[in-house]
């Protein structure tokens, strides 16, 4: 073989390596990618959350909210349409994400509330009286208390559970599950695993759309 014909094997040599060192590169990054997706999917569900909807519905919405945000409050009508929306279809889980000052106190009220079955109406009275317990957007746990005390729950139990091990433990995961989502303002939404393109009700709906769709066709 000739000087030529040596130089393009070797170059055709070298392509072949470089090929095959990408092609190597490309699937350990996706391997990578994949194992982060499946470490976010798996950061998206915690076992005994609050849930609103079938149990069975295979489009889920993950809801991570702050009880002190004024835009939960906002958002939390227009999540209970969309499960209306599509019946027996859809599901939202709530997760806690306490970003203002005070909240993680107030998070624990209602999974106290939530022991005794009586999450949902704690949260709504929340909402309902959102500036006599939010100041200048800190929340002020006393009042918040205040304002749940008239659920119709075992009163005394319900103090006792606010540093009830598994009520801080389901915070704290919630937080850590948060963090690991990368949240920092809420309300944050998840559908069938997918973030928001966007935020907004539009963009919200439309993921939910799309995930019947899919889950239903």
């Not at 859809?90 to 306490?98: N, T």
């Not at 909240?103 to 079955?117: F, I, K, N, P």
């Not at 205040?146 to 005394?156: C, F, G, M, P, S």
């Not at 809420?186 to 439309?206: A, C, H, I, K, W």
Request: aromatic residues 10%; hydrophobic residues 45%; glycine residues 8%.
């Amino acid at each position: 073989m000739n000087r030529k014909g040596l130089f393009f094997s070797a170059i055709g040599l070298l392509l072949l390596i470089f090929a095959a060192a990408a092609v190597f590169y490309l699937n350990r990054e996706a391997g990578k990618q994949g194992a982060a997706m499946s470490g976010n999917l798996a950061a998206l569900h915690r076992e005994g959350a609050p849930t609103k909807g079938p149990q069975d519905a295979k489009v889920t919405i993950v809801e991570f909210f702050d009880p002190a945000c004024e835009t939960c409050g906002e958002f939390y009508p227009f999540v209970a349409q969309l499960i209306d929306q599509y019946p027996g279809k859809v599901k939202v889980e709530m997760r806690y994400a306490p970003l203002h000052p005070g909240s993680d106190q107030v998070v624990a009220m209602l999974e106290a509330a939530h022991r005794q079955g009586q999450f949902w109406q704690a949260l709504e009275r929340l909402f309902e009286g959102q500036n006599r317990w939010v100041v200048e957007h800190k929340s002020q746990p006393m009042r918040a208390h205040a304002i749940l005390e008239t659920l119709e729950v075992d009163q005394k139990r319900f103090s006792e559970d606010l540093n009830h091990p598994e009520v801080m433990r389901a915070v704290q995961q919630d937080v850590q599950d948060g963090q690991r989502l990368g949240i920092r303002a809420t309300p944050e939404f998840f559908v069938n695993g997918r973030p928001m393109p966007s935020f907004g009700y539009d963009q919200l709906s439309l993921l939910v759309k799309d995930a019947v769709a899919v889950a239903y066709r």
